[in-house]
């Protein structure tokens, strides 16, 4: 990944530190859902990174869905219009669910995505982010797990793209100012 490396202004958190946190979220989970059944919603395409280590990390009979939602398009602010571009494959009525996210900015995703979700009356539902960026939040959203609270940067790595790319960098990193349109 050197190569790649060449291209961030800053690495905010490395991959060692984003492992073990991980595993702690993953503990903390296993803990709060233990005896009962785990609906883990993971929301495409950034949480993907996330969510493969933190499965592996959560000592449980989990079941795994996926939703893709769109809400940037390649640009770097949030729309506020959210689409549903692939809905989940199971029933969420009477379920306990947790929602993977990569990160939470205007919060304007995830607030669309609780709601809807809600609606199919699951019998509890969480929120777990990697990443939080309180300062943008424009809307008022329930964070139930979260990896890392982060200044007001656009970040890319771990799953998190500019453009769709980078979202394989192991680490969490601010790209070179000259690299952003
Ligand atoms: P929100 O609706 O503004 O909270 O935005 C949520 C989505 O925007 C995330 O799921 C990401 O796909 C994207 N996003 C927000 N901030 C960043 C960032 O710093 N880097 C990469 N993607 C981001
Ligand atoms: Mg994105």
Known sequence: MDRLRNDMAEVLFEEEQIQARVRELGAEITR??????LLVVGILKGAIVF?????????????????AVSSYGDAMESSGVVRI??????SLEGKNVLIVEDIVDSGLTLNYLVQNLKSRRPASLKVCTFLDKPERRQ????????????????????????AERY???????????????
Not at 51 to 67: E, T
Not at 167 to 181: A, H, Q, S, T
């Open 32 to 37: 709060d859902y233990e005896g009962k059944d």
């Open 51 to 67: 969510l493969a280590d933190l499965l592996r990390s959560i000592d449980l009979k989990v079941k795994l869905d996926f939703m």
């Open 85 to 90: 571009l692939k809905d989940l494959e199971q």
């Open 139 to 162: 809307v008022e959203v329930q964070v139930d797990y979260k990896g890392f609270s982060i200044p007001d940067k656009f970040v890319v790595g771990y799953g998190l793209d500019y």
């Open 167 to 181: 979202r394989n960098l192991p680490y969490i990193g601010i790209l070179k100012p000259e690299l952003v349109k």
